[in-house]
């Protein structure tokens, strides 16, 4: 067995349908010990030295401590409407501009600093108020209950939570992004801890998206199971709206938009 045949990555990804291309067969590699968790404990993770590299939320370039994208890499990405990131307006908000307070999705550092940057730049909403979700509570009801204005989410709970909550309308942070910033924004991408160089883990980790993005279809087709609306839904998010692959130059253009914020 060869020296680099021994080595063994600690690779973190997201319990969401959208990064099932990038992560096809990691599971099962044998140098490779996957993690799936929420994109805001794999933030905690990567900045412990707890994993290598991760799928993990853009703004983690951000910041007083900001880690490396492999931006050479595959994303997740959108270039207008993304479907899975998303602020509900409560029954009887019109626009984004009449919301005094929402909340943000406790999982998603990305989502809550979009949004807070479209509050500023999009709808001068300076004045909006980020708050917490309390723990063990519907966001909906209890954003009725306290007169909370709009919830923000991300993931496959973004997608259900819209078609659960047809009275509250859905704005698509990735197309308000693209009408204010003129440029695909990029959600995710590969992180990599302090101090690590993706090196010969980068040809495993493109093999993977490569095979992954072939399967969309199937994917789609086993997330409905059955639903056939469902299921032409999650192909056109898969295979249309997402936007998997990008030019460097652009995913650094879209980090240094999102860096004013």
């Not at 209950?145 to 973004?158: E, K, N, S």
Request: hydrophobic share 45%; with cysteine.
């Amino acid at each position: 067995m060869t020296e680099e045949a021994e080595v063994r990555w600690r690779v973190g990804t997201v319990p969401y349908l959208v990064a099932r291309p990038l992560t096809y067969g990691l599971a099962d590699h044998p140098q490779i010990d996957l993690v799936e968790a929420p994109p805001s404990e794999l933030a905690v993770l990567l900045h412990a030295g707890k994993l290598d590299v991760a799928l993990a939320s853009s703004v983690l370039a951000l910041g007083e401590t900001p880690l490396k994208m492999w931006t050479q890499g595959p994303v997740i990405a959108s270039d207008g409407p993304i479907h899975s990131v998303l602020l509900f307006l409560a029954p009887g908000i019109e626009h984004p501009k009449d919301v005094r307070r929402w909340y943000a999705d406790p999982f998603s550092r990305t989502g809550r600093r979009l949004t807070s940057w479209l509050m500023k730049r999009a709808w001068q909403n300076d004045s909006a108020e980020c708050l917490e979700v309390p723990e063990g509570v519907d966001a909906f009801d209890h954003a009725i209950a306290t007169q909370v204005d709009a919830v923000q989410l991300i993931g496959d709970p973004a997608i259900l939570a819209h078609q659960a909550n047809p009275q509250w309308k859905a704005i698509d942070l990735g197309c308000a992004w693209k009408e204010t910033a003129q440029k695909p924004f990029v959600f995710a991408g590969w992180m990599q801890r302090k101090g690590f160089q993706v090196g010969p883990l980068g040809s495993i980790l493109e093999a993977a998206a490569e095979i992954g993005l072939g399967k969309r279809q199937v994917f789609a087709q086993q997330a409905a199971a059955g639903d056939d609306a469902q299921e032409a839904f999650l192909t056109q998010y898969l295979c249309e709206d997402l936007r998997y692959k990008l030019r460097p130059a652009e995913v650094i253009a879209c980090l240094e938009e999102f860096r004013v914020s």
